[in-house]
């Protein structure tokens, strides 16, 4: 694998776990009453599943610049 395209699949994989930390409320996991636990664990499933477009997104501007114009 040529050196560009490690830079690229380190930026990717970066950009991903950025995306991931800042889009899931993590402070939840730490303030939830237990009553509430069951319901924020289904919320954050759904959190997670719509964030993966825009990862998937930010992978394929960041492989293919030109397809933002």
């Given amino acids: ?9 380190k930026i990717v994989i ?3 776990m950025i ?10 996991l730490y303030q939830t009453p237990e009553e509430a636990r069951p319901q924020m664990y289904i919320l ?4 997670g599943i719509i964030s993966i477009p ?6 394929a501007w960041t492989l ?3 397809l933002t114009t």
Avoid: Y
């Fill in 1 to 9: 694998m040529s050196p560009q395209k490690k830079r690229r699949v």
């Fill in 14 to 16: 970066l950009l991903a």
């Fill in 19 to 28: 995306w991931f930390v800042i889009s899931l409320p993590l402070p939840w």
């Fill in 44 to 47: 954050l499933q759904i959190i």
């Fill in 54 to 59: 825009f990862v998937v997104l930010g992978i």
């Fill in 64 to 66: 293919k610049p030109e």
